[in-house]
């Protein structure tokens, strides 16, 4: 993510020749993931685990578009280009950053350690297209005009790579362990970059909300008060944080 620099040169036997400099600078990509909807208590310690898949398929599309275009413009020297593009096959190992360290703590590095999950369809894309037409000769096994046609999509285009290549294997997830703590209540945003220590274009931004909301605490007041007479009893109220309380309460039981 730096500032790069292109010289432009028009050349003319007429007029002369003309230069010009373009300045372009690299900026976070768009999110590629946002995890929501996690909630814990002030004060506690929340243990969390981010599922992500190992191949950058945003990325991977890219460097294909990439590809098929300069390989149409220099079809002589497609060899070199895809080359260049491809990058190292390997992707395994990502640095971690984050915006908010005081509230989240992560391993600075995470290795990809051989999980593998399906979180759409795991009976299905835990087979291969092999392993589908096989089983439709079975009796007690569901055929292929069993299953249900946006079903059979799902599980073609999990089984590819997005990019037209077969690929039987299930989808690779990469793990990365969260620990989050906070003292006040409201809701903690955090921005997680993870790059590719085996291929630099590699860049993900994942984005992480935490609602932090206060204990569950249940105070019990006790009320000794003579017949005939009345006690009055004040209860302090304490809001230290930032969001504004509304505060209900339901007395039962025969109250007076």
């Not at 006690?231 to 230290?240: A, C, D, G, S, V």
Request: proline share 5%; hydrophobic share 30%.
């Amino acid at each position: 993510m730096d500032t790069y620099e292109c010289n432009v040169v028009f050349v003319n036997e007429k007029y002369g020749e003309f230069q010009y400099t373009i300045e372009g600078s690299a900026d976070l990509p768009e999110p590629i993931k946002r995890f929501e909807g996690k909630e814990c208590c002030v004060e506690e310690n929340f243990d969390f685990t981010l599922e992500l898949e190992l191949q950058n398929r945003y990325l991977q599309n890219t460097l294909s578009l990439l590809k098929s275009e300069k390989l149409v413009r220099t079809p002589r020297r497609g060899n070199r280009a895809s080359q260049s593009l491809d990058g190292n096959p390997e992707r395994n190992s990502f640095t971690v950053e984050s915006n908010r360290t005081a509230n989240f703590n992560m391993p600075n590095v995470i290795v990809y350690s051989g999980d593998v999950q399906n979180p759409n369809q795991p009976n299905i894309t835990a087979l291969s297209l092999t392993d589908l037409q096989n089983n439709s000769t079975k009796d007690n096994s569901a055929t292929l005009n069993d299953l249900k046609e946006k079903d059979l999509n799902k599980s073609v285009s999990l089984i590819t790579d997005g990019l037209g290549h077969n690929n039987t294997s299930r989808i690779e997830i990469i793990k990365l362990p969260i620990k989050f703590y906070a003292k006040s209540c409201q809701t903690y945003d955090c921005d997680i970059i993870l790059r590719n220590l085996d291929n630099p274009l590699d860049i993900r931004l994942i984005k992480v909300s935490v609602l932090v909301k206060p204990k569950n605490i249940f105070a019990k007041i006790e009320f000794n008060c003579p017949v005939l007479c009345e006690i009055t009893q004040k209860i302090p109220i304490y809001n230290n944080s930032d969001v504004d309380w509304i505060v209900k309460f339901d007395l039962n039981d025969n109250c007076n």
